[in-house]
């Protein structure tokens, strides 16, 4: 018999706010620059429909449901935070910080995986908007000269 999934037993509340987390912490991996790129943009949307089936098994079921609202909630967060500002910025880490809030009283083992994939989710939209010159033109051990 299948082992129940975490994400699965959430409340509905629970599961609204775990499903926002993609889209913030893409909105977040922005950084310096204003706006999401288009090709950030299609990357996270793209990660999103991968994810549903390359994640850990556990987190499957999650990132099934991610893909259904991912579009439409990155949408939402573009219009209501870009340009990022200070105020915006914040307002988006105080989401996140209720995202890890949540992760901090659920299932260990589901929580750990979800972090780390939500991490390698921001590192990965945040090099999406990276081009050819920043890849092949500019050294790689030049320290600070992206950021």
Avoid: C, W
């Avoid at 910025?89 to 995986?113: C, G, P, S, Y």
């Avoid at 050819?132 to 992206?146: C, G, K, R, T, W």
């Amino acid at each position: 018999m299948e082992q129940p999934n975490a994400f699965l037993e959430l409340g509905q509340a629970e599961k609204e706010i775990l499903l926002k987390a993609p889209a913030l912490v893409s909105i977040l991996a922005i950084g310096a620059g204003q706006k999401l790129e288009k090709a950030q943009e299609n990357d996270a949307v793209q990660l999103t429909h991968l994810r549903t089936f390359t994640s850990d098994p556990i987190l499957q079921p999650y990132y099934a449901e991610v893909e259904k609202v991912f579009p439409v909630q990155l949408k939402e967060l573009q219009k209501q935070h870009i340009p990022l500002n200070n105020f915006s910025r914040n307002a988006l880490k105080m989401q996140i910080a209720e995202v890890n809030q949540l992760l901090d009283h659920i299932d260990r083992e589901f929580a750990t995986h979800l972090r780390k994939s939500l991490n390698t989710f921001s590192e990965h939209v945040q090099k999406a908007e990276r081009n050819v010159v920043e890849y092949f033109v500019l050294p790689a051990n030049v320290p600070d000269i992206l950021d």
